[in-house]
């Protein structure tokens, strides 16, 4: 069903706008990093377009996010519609853009009922609802820029995977594309709209499906691990308390237990450490490394090692989520049972 609807979109859209003509599709997130837990009825779907030489002028201290501007005038001149004042690519006028295609697109969708949810404040995504009964599926657009091109000095001394996945593997990772998707920087002195953020999404997707220390981890003849076991337990466990006290953990999202778990990966990094029967006792200590990085309000992103993803004036929540966490490791984890 989601397949059908986004299809025919991009076939729509990559007509609309000759800078949108190479448009194409990743999927990201749980689904299809196969650690969904409930039912597959929230997608993330990246709508990837590549964009010529661009240069990245960096809007604050956290090195993750961006202002775009093109290194020369680009061949499309479709691009230039979307550009400010100050020449920059505005992320908030592709977006808009792009929204209004897919609403008027939708009608034209006969087959099953598509409508897009409300704008929602500073988020990237386009949400479409599909109705499909009894229930409804909802799938995030995201709008990305495809950069060919190295990646950006902060990301320098991140993803330290070299004693979990090895040298080569991280030098052919940061090999990949850059890409940056439409994101408001909320710290910015004046909110203009056009700033872009890293997004390592088709990194992650491939650590996650390609996890082990050794090369056979997980395949169909070699030792099975707990790793994707683990980092489901642990988005299940935030979802449960965020669903328990959606006022109190509005600001986590299961970006924060990721990271934490990739850490985790690099902290132990062989296979012998995450055997399939020790699950409980992998999940414990991913747990803890996780409370720990929440008493001290310091969880590090995972690419871009100066960009702490808990913020310092948050620290209360952070200190309540901990004692919540704590709470159901030490009680045999009552809100699964709830």
């Known amino acids: 069903l989601v397949n059908g609807v986004i299809s025919h979109l991009i076939q729509a859209i990559r007509g609309k706008y000759s800078c949108f003509s190479s448009m194409g599709r990743q999927s990201a997130g749980s689904y299809y990093e196969r650690v969904k837990i409930s039912e597959p009825n929230e997608f993330d779907i990246m709508l990837v377009v590549p964009v010529p030489r661009i ?12 202002y775009v501007s093109f290194k020369r005038s680009p061949k499309e001149k479709g691009w230039l519609k979307f550009l400010d004042e100050d020449e920059k690519l505005s992320a908030s006028k592709m977006l808009e853009a792009l929204r209004e295609i897919i609403k008027q697109e939708v009608k034209n969708i006969k087959d099953v009922e598509v409508t897009v949810a409300r704008k929602k404040a500073r988020s990237p995504a386009i949400t479409l609802q599909i109705k499909n009964p009894p229930s409804e599926i909802s799938v995030d657009i995201i709008l990305t820029l495809d950069a060919n091109q190295s990646w950006p000095l902060s990301t320098q ?28 920087n909320k710290t910015e002195k004046v909110l203009r709209g056009n700033t872009w953020r890293l997004s390592f999404s088709h990194i992650e997707k491939h650590m996650i499906n390609n996890h082990g220390n050794s090369k056979t981890c997980c395949e169909s003849d070699g030792p099975k691990c707990c790793r994707k076991g683990c980092l489901k337990l642990l988005k299940y466990l935030l979802e449960q308390l965020k669903m328990k006290y959606p006022k109190e953990l509005e600001k986590f999202c ?5 990271t934490a778990f990739l850490h985790s990966c690099v902290t132990w990094p062989n296979d012998s450490d995450w055997h399939l029967g020790d699950l409980d006792h992998c999940f414990q ?21 100066q960009y702490n993803l808990l913020s310092l004036e948050d620290k209360a929540r952070h200190h309540f989520l901990s004692r919540k966490i704590s709470h159901e490791l030490n009680n045999g984890f009552p809100v699964f049972h709830e």
């Not at 240069?55 to 961006?66: F, I, N, P, R």
């Open 254 to 258: 299961s970006y924060h237990v990721k």
């Open 157 to 184: 001394g991140g993803l330290k995977i070299e004693q979990w996945l090895g040298t080569k593997v991280r030098r052919e990772l940061r090999s990949k594309s850059l890409y940056l998707v439409a994101k408001q």
């Open 285 to 305: 200590k991913c747990l803890e490394f996780f409370v720990d990085c929440l008493q001290k309000s310091q969880l590090t992103h995972f690419f871009i090692p």
């Open 55 to 66: 240069q990245l002028d960096e809007s604050d201290d956290t090195g993750a996010y961006y």
